[in-house]
């Protein structure tokens, strides 16, 4: 989703600060950028561009120090250098320009694209007459104020929903407002999800802000000479040790005298503090320390997840009287509530269903007050899990959110909060906090002091020790047509999200299913390029999901079979079979076995999977920390 920084500073110069912190929103997914900055001779410039930060880290230093200058008309028209490697579609304005100057208030903008196309005209910031402004979020009524805004002869530059915020803003100014009026009238017009941040070249000294329904974090720098408004609090890490969260509907405006005062108010205009919390990222949590990238990092991660979460994840929460439990959520998130469906059901003996957000959200619920209503997500921003848990609030439904993010939406409406410790997860694939979501579901099911996972661990660290097994796997998958991803039992959802992983990061069809229902359909799809991922723990399945095997095998399919040491008497033909690569994984048996181990035993393979996925993503050359189109945080429907 879109990332937001603004910058009011009492230094003589933001853009670095800009880029920098717009580096750090990266993560989120995007395919534009740009600033916004009002320059030491009071000029508006704007510089957007579609493509990486770099290439708006090139333009915004090519304008610097080719002394490409700006028209020194005022209040100026939004200008835009918009340069894009990929495209080479340079456009800029015909004009003389003075030359860039530099500026101590700021906005930054990285745009992934809801309405309109991938485009610089699409592209954040908008302006409007020395009004720029930068968006995150969906403007609902955008068509009616856009026809609106084009009778008062506004003319548009792109597609985009987000562009009417500016022309209003400056309409109202036209129309004699102060700046701060001018934006609050905006905000009163304005139906939707949204996060808004403006700035006005005649108002050089304030910025402005506004929180509704996307997230909005503020803080003042460590060394008090930045005041920052931003999406999340990662774009803030080193940069503000103490932060705070807008809540629903609060405006933030900050003024810069000798010193930055920033106040912020209520959605009725009222002065409101809102706590001061520390903002606990470091920079081991957003560096890749050492690792190519963060999704790599992060897998490795997976099994001190499962330590912290052992030692340190409070479930003070009680499930046990229940009649039954519902669980919520979206993508990797629903299938560690999938996941948690077999242990509850298994364990606690108690009926768990569970739902996509997005059919939940819009189902006539006919669901039993005597239920938990549990709803799982990384971001605790996912606007339809977010929607669905709104629902289940107003029902009067017991709710319970199970989040990576603190101060998130969700985390703050749940009735009842339990944070994953999973880290900072910057990669747009989730795969620490699925390990951590699933541990969150486990400690709920069985208390702390009857759970062994050393299963989960001794497989864990075989897979990290022959993670190049995988990787020549990888290489050998990498041109397939598509995939199939198939288990069962508790490896049915691991399956699930091995088959995500894979189509979100290399881009190639893959689906997951239930190992039993290969006759019904998916058998059809065998080819010699449909390349078959078997998730096949020894456990009380291993003889059918053999079988099964056996029956794609039969069919000239090439099958990966993941296993464990203990299958090793009773896959020798397998291993005979020159279509099937089986990788082996070893327990090292924990001295008795535990009843629970075969049902855990699956939540290894997730990291398998997790791998398999990253390594055929680099065999492809692919971005495997932001890939094409995804977010990773979807805070809009
Ligand atoms: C997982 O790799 C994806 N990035 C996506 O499916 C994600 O799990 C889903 O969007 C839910 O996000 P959340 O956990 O932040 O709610």
Same mark, same amino acid.
């Given at each position: 989703?879109?990332?937001?920084?603004?910058?009011?500073?009492?230094?003589?110069?933001? *853009?670095?600060?800009?880029?920098? &912190?717009?580096?750090?929103?990266?993560?989120?997914?995007?395919?534009?950028?740009?600033?916004?900055?009002?320059?030491?001779?009071?000029?508006?410039?704007?510089?957007?561009?579609?493509?990486?930060?770099?290439?708006?880290?090139?333009?915004?230093?090519?304008?610097?120090?080719?002394?490409?200058?700006?028209?020194?008309s005022k209040p100026s028209e939004s200008e835009f250098l918009i340069g894009d490697t990929e495209h080479r579609s340079v456009v800029q304005q015909?004009?003389?320009?003075?030359?860039?100057?530099?500026?101590?208030?700021?906005?930054?903008?990285?745009?992934?694209?809801?309405?309109?196309?991938?485009?610089?005209?699409?592209?954040?910031?908008?302006?409007?007459?020395?009004?720029?402004?930068?968006?995150?979020?969906?403007?609902?009524?955008?068509?009616?104020?856009?026809?609106?805004?084009?009778?008062?002869?506004?003319?548009?530059?792109?597609?985009?929903?987000?562009?009417?915020?500016?022309?209003?803003?400056?309409?109202?100014?036209?129309?004699?407002?102060?700046?701060?009026?001018?934006?609050?009238? @905006?905000?009163?017009?304005?139906?939707?999800?949204?996060?808004?941040?403006?700035?006005?070249?005649?108002?050089?000294?304030?910025?402005?802000?506004?929180?509704?329904?996307?997230?909005?974090?503020?803080?003042?720098?460590?060394?008090?000479?930045?005041?920052?408004?931003?999406?999340?609090? *990662?774009?803030?890490?080193?940069?503000?040790?103490?932060?705070?969260?807008?809540?629903?509907?609060? !405006?933030?405006?900050?003024?810069?005298?000798?010193?930055?005062?920033?106040?912020?108010?209520?959605?009725?205009?009222?002065?409101?503090?809102?706590?001061?919390?520390?903002?606990?990222?470091?920079?081991?949590?957003?560096?890749?320390?050492?690792?190519?990238?963060?999704?790599?990092? +992060?897998? &490795?991660?997976?099994?001190?997840?499962?330590?912290?979460?052992?030692?340190?994840?409070?479930?003070?929460?009680?499930?046990?009287? !229940?009649? &039954?439990?519902?669980?919520?959520?979206?993508?990797?998130?629903?299938?560690?509530?999938?996941?948690?469906?077999?242990?509850?059901?298994?364990?606690?003996?108690?009926?768990?269903?569970?739902?996509?957000?997005?059919?939940?959200? !819009?189902?006539?619920?006919?669901?039993?007050?005597? &239920?938990?209503?549990?709803?799982?997500?990384?971001?605790? +921003?996912?606007?339809?899990? %977010?929607?669905?848990?709104?629902?289940?609030?107003?029902?009067?439904?017991?709710?319970?959110?199970?989040?990576?993010?603190?101060?998130?939406?969700?985390?703050?409406?749940?009735?009842?909060?339990?944070?994953?410790?999973?880290?900072?997860?910057?990669?747009?694939?989730?795969?620490?906090?699925?390990?951590?979501?699933?541990?969150?579901? %486990?400690?709920?099911t069985i208390k702390k002091n009857n759970l062994d996972v050393r299963i989960i661990k001794n497989i864990m660290h075989s897979i990290l020790l022959?993670?190049?097994?995988?990787?020549?796997?990888?290489?050998?998958?990498?041109?397939?047509?598509?995939?199939?991803?198939?288990?069962?039992?508790?490896?049915?959802?691991?399956?699930?999200?091995?088959?995500?992983?894979?189509?979100?990061?290399?881009?190639?069809?893959?689906?997951?299913? $239930?190992?039993?229902?290969?006759?019904?359909?998916?058998?059809?799809?065998?080819?010699?390029?449909?390349?078959?991922?078997?998730?096949? $723990?020894?456990?009380?399945?291993?003889?059918?999901?053999?079988?099964?095997?056996?029956?794609?095998?039969?069919?000239?399919?090439?099958?990966?079979?993941?296993?464990?040491?203990?299958?090793?008497?009773?896959?020798?033909? %397998?291993?005979?079979?020159?279509?099937?690569?089986?990788?082996?994984?070893?327990?090292?048996?924990? $001295?008795?076995?535990?009843? @629970?181990?075969?049902?855990?035993?699956?939540?290894?393979?997730?990291?398998?999977?997790?791998?398999?996925?990253? !390594?055929?993503?680099?065999?492809?050359?692919?971005?495997?920390?932001?890939?094409?189109? %995804?977010?990773?945080?979807? @805070?809009?429907?």
């Amino acid at each position: 989703m879109c990332g937001i920084i603004s910058i009011l500073s009492k230094k003589d110069d933001v *853009i670095g600060d800009l880029i920098a &912190s717009l580096r750090k929103l990266e993560y989120r997914g995007y395919d534009s950028a740009g600033i916004s900055y009002i320059d030491d001779n009071s000029v508006l410039q704007t510089i957007k561009t579609i493509g990486k930060i770099e290439v708006l880290e090139d333009l915004v230093t090519k304008n610097q120090t080719e002394g490409v200058v700006r028209p020194p008309s005022k209040p100026s028209e939004s200008e835009f250098l918009i340069g894009d490697t990929e495209h080479r579609s340079v456009v800029q304005q015909e004009t003389d320009y003075e030359e860039l100057g530099r500026g101590s208030i700021g906005i930054g903008h990285t745009r992934w694209a809801t309405h309109g196309k991938v485009s610089p005209q699409n592209a954040h910031p908008h302006t409007s007459n020395g009004v720029a402004i930068v968006h995150n979020g969906i403007i609902e009524n955008y068509r009616e104020l856009k026809n609106s805004l084009i009778r008062d002869n506004f003319e548009f530059d792109g597609e985009s929903d987000s562009e009417v915020i500016a022309k209003l803003i400056s309409n109202h100014l036209k129309n004699g407002l102060e700046f701060i009026d001018a934006f609050k009238n @905006t905000i009163a017009q304005l139906s939707g999800t949204f996060a808004i941040v403006a700035i006005y070249d005649l108002a050089p000294n304030i910025i402005i802000g506004t929180k509704r329904g996307a997230p909005m974090t503020i803080g003042l720098s460590n060394d008090k000479l930045n005041f920052y408004i931003a999406s999340d609090a *990662i774009a803030l890490s080193t940069l503000c040790d103490e932060i705070s969260y807008l809540e629903e509907g609060d !405006y933030v405006i900050c003024e810069k005298s000798d010193q930055l005062n920033y106040r912020i108010l209520t959605e009725n205009w009222e002065s409101i503090e809102r706590d001061k919390v520390q903002n606990t990222i470091s920079m081991a949590d957003v560096g890749k320390n050492g690792f190519e990238d963060f999704m790599m990092k +992060e897998i &490795s991660e997976e099994p001190i997840v499962i330590d912290n979460m052992i030692t340190q994840f409070n479930c003070d929460f009680d499930i046990s009287h !229940y009649r &039954s439990i519902y669980i919520i959520a979206c993508g990797t998130s629903f299938y560690a509530g999938l996941l948690s469906k077999y242990w509850i059901e298994e364990m606690a003996g108690i009926h768990v269903d569970v739902e996509i957000a997005s059919e939940f959200r !819009y189902r006539n619920l006919v669901s039993p007050k005597d &239920s938990l209503y549990v709803f799982i997500s990384q971001s605790g +921003e996912t606007i339809d899990t %977010l929607a669905a848990m709104r629902k289940a609030n107003q029902l009067g439904l017991d709710t319970l959110s199970i989040v990576n993010v603190d101060s998130s939406s969700i985390a703050r409406e749940a009735g009842h909060n339990l944070k994953t410790l999973a880290g900072f997860e910057i990669g747009v694939a989730s795969t620490k906090s699925f390990i951590a979501q699933a541990m969150a579901m %486990l400690m709920l099911t069985i208390k702390k002091n009857n759970l062994d996972v050393r299963i989960i661990k001794n497989i864990m660290h075989s897979i990290l020790l022959g993670k190049d097994k995988i990787k020549v796997i990888a290489e050998k998958i990498k041109d397939s047509k598509s995939m199939l991803y198939m288990g069962r039992g508790c490896s049915y959802p691991i399956a699930l999200e091995g088959a995500l992983k894979m189509k979100e990061l290399s881009y190639i069809s893959a689906e997951g299913y $239930p190992s039993g229902e290969t006759k019904h359909g998916p058998i059809a799809m065998i080819d010699s390029n449909v390349y078959s991922i078997v998730i096949a $723990p020894f456990d009380r399945y291993f003889d059918k999901t053999l079988s099964n095997t056996q029956e794609i095998l039969a069919r000239h399919g090439p099958v990966i079979f993941l296993t464990t040491d203990r299958a090793i008497p009773f896959i020798e033909d %397998l291993e005979n079979n020159n279509l099937a690569d089986c990788i082996i994984f070893h327990e090292d048996a924990v $001295p008795q076995e535990n009843q @629970t181990d075969e049902l855990l035993r699956p939540l290894s393979f997730a990291m398998a999977v997790h791998l398999l996925a990253y !390594y055929t993503a680099k065999a492809k050359g692919l971005d495997a920390d932001k890939p094409r189109n %995804l977010a990773k945080s979807v @805070t809009v429907e």
